[in-house]
């Protein structure tokens, strides 16, 4: 989008930067300027002007100036075209756009026009929560309970959803408006084709968390419930003006205070931020129920060159702080710090701080692990340093997230750490990896394929005879079920059909029996590696979209029996495979006093199974090397470093009894 120039001089010319300033800084007239606070950094006496002749601001403090699109941008941390029409919109002007075609600005003004509509009833939903807490002891005792002031709860607009089916109808006249199911409000539900859908209130019994986009607007809503029900914590759904993806819960609140603190914590839960903002930690924000992404720290470094992460030092908060690191390379450039945060498993900031004290967990935050650090620790986790083998898979490991590194003296630091850790001097890893294509993802799906095909370069001849190595018969060996068809990450797609498994059917596929074996104990889930989540996620077709689905479950409702997540996967594309699957599990459920031992033996089949999985990546892996062998000197290194692997999970295969 081109907003022509003139255009931005005439909103400039127009706009009135005391006023713009005046609604988030106490301004007072001095001589010719305004002075006030400047909301860029902490300060006692007042060095911030605001010059209404030169439609300027500076501060004389610490240098920031800017006329009011800059102001909006360095204040509310929006992007240039947002904060232009953000003040076009308040003198009433239409943005020209000189590229865009009139049905695309209609369509666009049309969008504007929603989402401020959808605000307004979010607006006026909080308003009335924040009225029912007044009147709601239960929650007022909770949140006495949990250390929250009658001051934070205002400041963070905390409130309560009463525990009728309909109360928004007595703030909504019009209950049946579409704008409330939109908006996330209400819940409509259709059942058989009845001709009356039925409306009632999503959320009901909850303490209610507004959040807010950056310019303070209400655009969503989470409710924790007061005692321990499942969900514990429900979010608004995905609406126009929502998306969990990208928004973060107390930015609007803890904007000045990244500046005053020099950097942004990142928690995971609404009690965390309302909690350190209580214990003098202003500055902190949590991701709504998913994983940290690449659009979270894009929007947090609008703010401050330095965030820490915030997690569980359990193996949950491993994963996630994992993830993080995924999201947070793309943007490590040499001038930020980004370091992760690892408490004990048995705390979490709230019951750290109160534990130990404001200084105790300061100091934590000091000597948080930089993502240097992490990044090695994630490159070099189960491989075995003494060994060239392990020391070649580190090196697979290190070279995505080296390369979502940005160009710079520390991705090249890091480049020389790696290189010295897998025993190769810097220039010969680079040549290494510029030589080779790049690599699958680590733990990127082979199609379920089990054993030979035709064409296959490779077989199993050189595994031990079946009366020592003999794997579980799921799937047809030779002559896979569904249609395979080309495709550009494996060179082939399975497509499996979904099917009965009663009666005489053919066996389930290895992912099939992965779907059965964590939907009927989600906490297995957790106690994966990363590496064996993405090969699962990147499963083609129903498989992955299923457990990107469970990925995401977990993070936003914790672990969850498999009939939460039956009602949960309703109307999703891969609900009739799940059904079909746990119909067979729920036919055979352990005998009575057999649960323990149950348990066990699934842990150990699902085990055998993702290993059988991982095996068949590598050797898909295996094929690439051999066919890229004729232009690639390094592609038979590759081959044996990837035969060593398949040899060592061989062996534990063997030695498991599969």
Same mark, same amino acid.
């Given at each position: 989008?081109?907003i022509?120039?003139?255009?931005i001089?005439?909103l400039?010319?127009r706009?009135d930067v005391?006023?713009?300033v005046?609604?988030y800084?106490q301004?007072?007239?001095?001589?010719?300027n305004?002075?006030?606070?400047?909301p860029?950094?902490? &300060?006692?006496?007042?060095?911030?002007?605001?010059?209404?002749?030169?439609?300027?601001?500076?501060?004389?403090?610490?240098?920031?100036h800017?006329?009011a699109?800059g102001?909006?941008?360095?204040?509310?941390?929006? +992007?240039?075209?947002?904060?232009v029409?953000?003040?076009?919109g308040?003198?009433?002007?239409?943005?020209?756009?000189d590229?865009?075609?009139?049905?695309e600005?209609?369509r666009?003004?049309?969008?504007?026009?929603?989402?401020?509509?959808?605000?307004?009833?979010?607006?006026?939903?909080?308003? #009335?929560y924040?009225?029912?807490?007044?009147q709601? /002891?239960?929650?007022?005792?909770?949140?006495?309970?949990?250390?929250?002031?009658?001051?934070v709860?205002?400041?963070?607009?905390?409130?309560?959803?009463?525990?009728?089916?309909?109360?928004? $109808?007595?703030?909504?006249?019009? =209950?049946?408006?579409?704008?409330l199911?939109?908006?996330?409000?209400?819940?409509v539900?259709?059942?058989? +084709?009845?001709?009356?859908?039925?409306?009632?209130?999503r959320?009901?019994?909850?303490?209610?968390?507004?959040?807010?986009?950056?310019?303070?607007?209400?655009?969503?809503?989470?409710?924790?419930?007061?005692?321990?029900?499942?969900?514990? =914590?429900?979010n608004s759904?995905?609406t126009?003006?929502?998306s969990?993806?990208?928004?973060? %819960?107390?930015? %609007?609140?803890?904007?000045?205070?990244?500046?005053?603190?020099?950097y942004?914590?990142?928690?995971?839960?609404?009690?965390d931020?309302?909690?350190?903002?209580?214990?003098?930690?202003?500055?902190?924000?949590?991701?709504?129920?998913?994983a940290?992404?690449t659009?979270?720290?894009?929007?947090?470094?609008?703010?401050?060159?330095?965030?820490?992460?915030?997690?569980d030092g359990?193996?949950?908060?491993?994963?996630?702080?994992?993830?993080?690191?995924d999201?947070?390379?793309p943007?490590?450039?040499?001038?930020?710090?980004?370091?992760?945060?690892?408490?004990?498993?048995?705390?979490?900031?709230?019951?750290?701080?109160?534990?130990?004290?404001?200084?105790a967990?300061a100091r934590?935050?000091? &000597? #948080?692990?930089p993502?240097?650090?992490?990044?090695?620790e994630?490159a070099r986790? +189960?491989?075995?340093?003494?060994?060239?083998?392990?020391r070649?898979?580190?090196?697979?490991?290190?070279?995505?997230?080296?390369? $979502?590194?940005?160009?710079?003296?520390?991705?090249?630091?890091m480049l020389?750490?790696?290189?010295?850790?897998?025993?190769?001097d810097?220039?010969?890893l680079s040549?290494?990896?510029a030589?080779? /294509?790049?690599?699958?993802?680590a733990? $990127?799906?082979p199609?379920?394929?089990q054993?030979? &095909?035709?064409?296959?370069?490779?077989? %199993?001849?050189?595994?031990?005879?079946p009366?020592?190595?003999?794997?579980?018969?799921?799937?047809?060996?030779?002559k896979?079920r569904?249609?395979?068809?080309?495709?550009?990450?494996?060179?082939?797609?399975?497509?499996?059909?979904?099917?009965?498994?009663?009666?005489r059917?053919?066996p389930?596929?290895?992912?099939?029996?992965?779907?059965?074996?964590?939907?009927?104990n989600?906490?297995?889930?957790?106690?994966?590696?990363?590496?064996?989540?993405?090969?699962?996620?990147?499963l083609?077709? $129903?498989?992955?979209?299923?457990?990107?689905?469970?990925?995401?479950?977990?993070?936003e409702?914790?672990?969850?029996p498999?009939?939460?997540?039956? &009602?949960?996967?309703?109307?999703?594309?891969?609900?009739?495979?799940?059904?079909?699957?746990?119909?067979?599990s729920?036919?055979?459920?352990?005998?009575?006093g057999e649960?323990a031992?149950?348990?066990?033996d699934?842990a150990?089949?699902?085990?055998?199974?993702?290993?059988?999985?991982?095996?068949?990546?590598?050797?898909?892996q295996?094929?690439?090397?051999?066919a890229?062998?004729?232009?690639d000197?390094k592609?038979?290194e590759?081959?044996?470093?990837?035969?060593?692997?398949?040899?060592?999970?061989?062996?534990?295969?063997?030695?498991?009894g599969?």
């Amino acid at each position: 989008m081109t907003i022509p120039a003139s255009f931005i001089q005439e909103l400039i010319a127009r706009a009135d930067v005391v006023e713009i300033v005046g609604r988030y800084v106490q301004l007072k007239k001095a001589g010719a300027n305004f002075m006030g606070l400047c909301p860029f950094h902490g &300060e006692k006496s007042p060095s911030f002007s605001v010059s209404p002749t030169k439609q300027f601001y500076h501060c004389f403090g610490c240098g920031v100036h800017g006329n009011a699109i800059g102001f909006l941008m360095e204040h509310a941390g929006m +992007g240039f075209v947002e904060a232009v029409h953000d003040l076009a919109g308040q003198y009433g002007l239409q943005v020209p756009e000189d590229d865009a075609s009139p049905a695309e600005r209609a369509r666009a003004a049309n969008q504007r026009q929603k989402q401020a509509t959808l605000t307004d009833v979010l607006e006026k939903a909080g308003e #009335a929560y924040r009225k029912a807490l007044r009147q709601a /002891p239960g929650a007022i005792e909770y949140l006495k309970g949990r250390g929250v002031s009658g001051e934070v709860a205002k400041q963070f607009g905390i409130g309560y959803a009463p525990a009728g089916w309909r109360t928004l $109808a007595s703030v909504f006249p019009d =209950y049946d408006d579409p704008l409330l199911a939109e908006s996330g409000l209400v819940i409509v539900n259709t059942e058989d +084709g009845a001709e009356d859908a039925k409306r009632y209130d999503r959320f009901r019994d909850r303490v209610m968390f507004p959040i807010r986009n950056v310019k303070g607007e209400c655009i969503g809503f989470g409710g924790r419930v007061l005692g321990d029900e499942k969900p514990k =914590y429900l979010n608004s759904p995905e609406t126009p003006v929502f998306s969990k993806g990208r928004e973060l %819960y107390g930015l %609007y609140e803890a904007r000045a205070a990244f500046r005053e603190r020099g950097y942004a914590l990142v928690t995971e839960g609404y009690m965390d931020v309302v909690a350190l903002a209580q214990l003098g930690f202003p500055n902190a924000v949590a991701t709504l129920g998913t994983a940290c992404t690449t659009e979270h720290v894009q929007k947090l470094f609008r703010f401050t060159e330095s965030v820490v992460f915030s997690f569980d030092g359990d193996a949950a908060g491993r994963r996630a702080a994992r993830k993080a690191l995924d999201g947070a390379l793309p943007y490590a450039t040499d001038v930020r710090s980004i370091k992760f945060l690892f408490l004990p498993a048995e705390h979490d900031p709230d019951s750290f701080i109160r534990e130990f004290g404001a200084d105790a967990f300061a100091r934590f935050v000091q &000597e #948080a692990t930089p993502l240097s650090r992490f990044m090695i620790e994630a490159a070099r986790e +189960g491989c075995d340093l003494t060994s060239a083998e392990g020391r070649a898979h580190m090196s697979s490991n290190a070279r995505p997230l080296w390369s $979502a590194m940005p160009d710079g003296a520390l991705k090249r630091q890091m480049l020389s750490e790696i290189a010295s850790l897998v025993q190769l001097d810097a220039a010969a890893l680079s040549e290494l990896w510029a030589a080779t /294509p790049a690599p699958r993802k680590a733990a $990127a799906a082979p199609s379920p394929r089990q054993g030979n &095909e035709p064409g296959d370069p490779f077989d %199993y001849s050189d595994m031990p005879p079946p009366s020592e190595y003999e794997p579980p018969r799921y799937e047809n060996d030779s002559k896979p079920r569904g249609k395979f068809t080309k495709g550009k990450r494996w060179g082939g797609k399975f497509e499996a059909p979904i099917e009965p498994l009663r009666g005489r059917g053919k066996p389930p596929s290895r992912p099939d029996v992965a779907v059965r074996l964590l939907l009927s104990n989600m906490a297995q889930w957790d106690a994966l590696s990363h590496e064996l989540h993405v090969m699962l996620c990147d499963l083609p077709g $129903a498989h992955g979209a299923l457990f990107t689905w469970l990925d995401s479950q977990l993070h936003e409702h914790g672990v969850q029996p498999w009939a939460a997540l039956r &009602e949960g996967m309703r109307g999703l594309d891969f609900e009739p495979l799940a059904e079909r699957l746990m119909a067979v599990s729920e036919s055979a459920p352990p005998a009575e006093g057999e649960e323990a031992q149950h348990l066990s033996d699934a842990a150990k089949e699902l085990s055998s199974v993702l290993d059988f999985m991982l095996d068949d990546l590598l050797k898909a892996q295996q094929s690439e090397a051999i066919a890229a062998v004729g232009s690639d000197p390094k592609a038979l290194e590759r081959y044996k470093a990837l035969e060593a692997r398949r040899l060592e999970l061989r062996a534990r295969l063997k030695s498991s009894g599969s």
